[in-house]
């Protein structure tokens, strides 16, 4: 089992930064893969980015290559998301999100990931 619980989300302006953070519960965390994704009213849930157990690999998606940066630490059981040169078009409620069947398999889809968080929301004003 794993819980997961994120935070660090807010308002910000259009060429900001923000940090979100994922505090995870269960002893599965540190041998899971790990992911954000986000979703806005009326779409599916998107992936944004994931990372490997032992933080070694990366995915993210093209929308946000070169802006977002994932990262992960098994000793305090948390993952973040470095959110830099931030769009209007980043708003959304982001989720973290576990997958506990695989420790080195990046997915980027949604159904893959059996653990999710209740979600933060980011607003990225023009």
């Known amino acids: 089992q794993v819980q997961l619980v994120e935070s660090g989300g807010g308002l910000v302006q259009a060429g900001g930064s923000l940090r979100l953070s994922c505090a995870a519960s269960g002893r599965s965390f540190s041998s899971a893969v790990m992911a954000w994704f986000r979703q806005t009213p009326g779409k599916e849930r998107e992936f944004v980015a994931g990372i490997t157990w032992r933080g070694g690999g990366t995915m993210y998606a093209d929308s946000v290559k070169g802006r977002f940066t994932i990262s992960r630490d098994n000793a305090k059981s948390t993952m973040y998301l470095q959110m830099n040169s931030l769009k209007p078009e980043d708003t959304a409620v982001y989720y973290c999100?576990?997958?506990?069947?695989?420790?080195?398999?990046?997915?980027?889809?949604?159904?893959?990931?059996?653990?999710w968080g209740q979600g933060t929301q980011v607003t990225v004003s023009p």
């Open positions: 999100a576990a997958n506990s069947r695989t420790q080195v398999m990046l997915y980027q889809r949604k159904n893959e990931y059996d653990y």
